[in-house]
């Protein structure tokens, strides 16, 4: 068979090539054609395929994403945004902090431990590509039906690949989420995130300069596993007739991971490396055009010198494979030498691959022959467009009109304490510790606060005690009502997440799950979700620094819940200073921060007691959420608080439910004047937070609110050993801690 070079595709225009097979439209392929003035060669056609994927590319998002630099707010403490690996905020004492979220969710689902695993590597690994160590890792999470047969095939191997990963990894695992939804069944979402720690001056970037200078591939051999993997499997629908869309997912290494993140440190810190990229979605064809397009020449690269696991692959498939554990870095002829000991030093394989020129062509050769000969702009950045039309649905307004507020509510008191019991047994309300047992959440000793807290915490600072706070939410339920608002909601239950536990809000990441971007009524739910966080960002202060999109999340016309997730950073001064959720203290007060509205739609009491998904959710007020951060960092941090649980998913019972079987004290709860005891328990309003107050403290912290007009009911106090709402009804912490603890060990164990 006569090697397909570049000559040979000029000489043989009508060769006909599996453009479609690929996932290029049609359109796309006369586009590449039309760049380069002739028909691609197979290699080529590799390249462009996976890179203009709808995961590479963002074709289908990227006119929508540009709000968030549009509307980026004033902020000092960015240092890096979007665009790079992962975006880069200063958390004061010299100290960057880079974190990013990102999606694995189809390879999850065909193959749930790989696919959960090698998400946490690819993550990791955008962390030490911009120069710092990863310190922790968090996981959201959705899944289908709970009960559902396939979801316990897909659940616990996709919390043993998280947990098998990041463990061997030595990486904390101190937050996340874990959602049950039908809508998810045939999509389960696994998002991953990761948080990593430098100095100022260690940051390093994705380009490659310097005609001369060596291009190293280094890490894992490549082979067959994963070949378009990410990039393909996360740009289509799922399709059981289309065997070609579900290739072979990732395999992952950890011990070869911990390695490569070693090895990578130690040559930053000899200043060996001008530019770095891993390998992730599009492997090499990704690393090569994004390392030279951001560079300031061209690259010439020798396939043949790329190690192997497989010597069979084609060059197509070394260009498509998306093999783990693998780096690509840009280092001076000078200094290779130093940089291959360091690699040999640490058992990590590396290799001289090719070179940076003074071109401004990305030449690709193989057996001597040149493959690929392109502009590596191209290729990383100038792939498709698409202005997707879109239109608000034509069921919104009906599903709006169904009012969950008109759901019927408990008749009497029995009825009242029984949903009570039922909301914190239900899958989503129910403790998450069968999962969360299985991570290790303090490994490297510098984790201050994980799951369940409201945030995690890692110390970054052992002498002065800074810290950073991370904190992901989303809820589908909300979105699916209101797009625009369940974006923001997203980003204010975050927000007051990291808050709560005494860190301020700094910035934010996402990671936008929806379904496929050529239904309108998807495209309005994305746009609509945009728009909302971007104005949320705005208002809070609070720059999205990156993210990633995850589009096609549907199995044929069922689409998932529109589930924008979001990740906001938090510093504190001194960790010692943080705030945990746990009442402690008999006889400390209970107060409720913010105003208690009859909000149920989307609640968690809806879908629990009624299986209703209706009305509208709760309302947002950006300005209340700033307020009431201001007023729970600066109680935290002037000690007149010792407790402090943001009220969300099942309202102020739930979170005193939860605060009092973590630090194994009861409350009891007056009803307000002007609530009533099921609005008090059940409501899901924004803003809201409960905190204990010790008495000595009483009256510095309920002026300091009255102060800052935030509104501040006492609504109980810490004491005994059940929960009792006086006048209605009282539940014993063993009745509860059986109910909230016994589910999900119950359906997966």
């Not at 397909?4 to 586009?31: F, I």
């Not at 990227?62 to 690996?85: S, T, Y």
């Not at 949320?536 to 096609?552: A, D, F, K, Q």
Request: a negative charge; glycine letters at 10%.
């Amino acid at each position: 068979m006569t090697l397909d070079t570049v000559k040979h595709a000029a000489e043989t225009p009508d060769v006909k090539l599996p453009w479609a097979e690929l996932g290029l439209k049609e359109d796309e392929y006369a586009r590449v054609r039309e760049i380069l003035g002739r028909r691609p060669t197979g290699a080529e056609l590799a390249m462009y395929s996976v890179m203009w994927s709808e995961h590479c590319s963002y074709k289908s998002s990227k006119v929508h994403l540009r709000q968030f630099g549009e509307k980026a707010p004033e902020n000092d403490a960015m240092l890096v945004g979007i665009g790079e690996n992962a975006g880069v905020v200063d958390v004061g004492q010299g100290y960057a902090v880079t974190f990013k979220v990102e999606s694995h969710n189809h390879p999850s689902y065909v193959e749930p431990y790989q696919g959960a695993a090698t998400g946490v590597g690819g993550i990791v690994r955008d962390i030490i590509a911009m120069g710092a160590r990863p310190v922790a890792v968090v996981d959201p999470l959705r899944m289908g039906d709970a009960h559902h047969p396939d979801t316990k095939r897909v659940l616990p191997g996709v919390v043993a690949g998280i947990g098998g990963y990041g463990n061997c990894l030595g990486l904390p695992n101190i937050g996340g989420e874990l959602v049950f939804d039908a809508c998810y069944q045939g999509n389960p979402l696994v998002n991953a995130g990761a948080i990593g720690v430098m100095r100022h001056e260690d940051i390093h970037l994705a380009k490659a300069s310097g005609p001369g200078n060596k291009v190293i591939l280094y890490g894992a051999r490549t082979g067959g596993d994963g070949i378009g993997g990410a990039s393909i499997l996360a740009s289509e629908t799922f399709d059981d007739s289309k065997p070609s869309k579900r290739p072979a997912v990732q395999v992952g290494d950890p011990f070869q991971e911990k390695l490569l993140i070693e090895c990578t440190l130690e040559a930053f810190a000899e200043k060996l490396v001008v530019g770095i990229q891993d390998l992730g979605a599009a492997g090499l064809s990704c690393a090569t055009s994004e390392l030279a397009s951001n560079g300031s020449g061209g690259m010439r690269v020798e396939l043949d010198d790329v190690p192997l696991r497989d010597s069979t692959l084609t060059p197509e498939e070394i260009l498509m494979s998306e093999s783990q554990e693998r780096m690509c870095a840009v280092v001076e002829p000078d200094k290779v030498d130093r940089f291959l000991e360091i690699c040999e030093k640490w058992d990590v394989i590396a290799t001289v691959v090719g070179e940076v020129t003074d071109g401004d062509r990305l030449e690709i050769f193989w057996h001597g022959e040149k493959i690929v000969d392109v502009d590596p702009r191209t290729v990383a950045h100038d792939g498709p467009v698409y202005e997707r039309p879109y239109a608000r649905p034509s069921w919104q307004d009906a599903l709006q009109a169904d009012d969950a507020n008109k759901l019927a509510r408990p008749a009497n008191a029995d009825e009242l304490r029984e949903q009570v019991l039922k909301l914190v047994a239900a899958p989503n309300q129910a403790a998450k510790s069968w999962v969360t047992d299985q991570y290790d959440r303090f490994v490297q000793g510098n984790t201050v606060l994980a799951q369940p807290e409201d945030s995690g915490m890692i110390r970054v600072n052992e002498e002065t005690g800074l810290g950073v706070a991370i904190a992901t939410d989303g809820n589908g339920r909300f979105a699916k009502l209101d797009p625009y608002t369940g974006a923001q909601l997203a980003l204010a239950e975050s927000y007051r997440n990291v808050a709560a536990s005494g860190a301020k809000p700094l910035a934010v990441s996402d990671c936008l799950n929806f379904g496929s971007p050529e239904d309108p009524d998807v495209m309005w739910q994305f746009a609509e979700a945009i728009r909302g966080l971007a104005d949320g960002c705005l208002e809070l202060g609070t720059p999205v620094t990156g993210g990633n999109v995850s589009l096609y999340n549907q199995t044929g016309e069922a689409a998932i819940h529109p589930t924008p997730v979001v990740a906001v950073l938090g510093v504190i001064d001194d960790v010692a200073r943080r705030t945990p959720i746990a009442f402690k203290e008999e006889g400390q007060l209970l107060y409720l921060l913010g105003e208690t509205r009859e909000e149920f739609g989307g609640s968690a009491w809806s879908q629990v007691v009624h299986g209703h998904l209706g009305g509208l959710p709760p309302k947002v007020d950006l300005a209340r959420e700033k307020l009431l951060a201001e007023i729970l960092v600066s109680a935290s941090r002037d000690g007149m608080i010792d407790a402090a649980h943001d009220l969300s998913d099942g309202g102020l019972v739930q979170a005193v439910t939860e605060s009092c079987l973590r630090g194994g004290q009861g409350a009891r709860l007056v009803v307000p004047d002007g609530l009533d005891a099921f609005t008090l328990l059940f409501s899901e309003s924004a803003g809201r937070a409960v905190v204990s107050v010790p008495r000595s403290e009483e009256l510095r912290f309920t002026d300091m609110c009255g102060a800052r007009g935030l509104p501040v009911t006492r609504v109980g106090v810490v004491d005994g050993d059940a929960v009792e709402v006086q006048g209605e009804f009282t539940l014993p912490l063993s009745e509860l801690r059986e109910a909230h603890e016994a589910t999900l060990p119950g359906l997966f164990a």
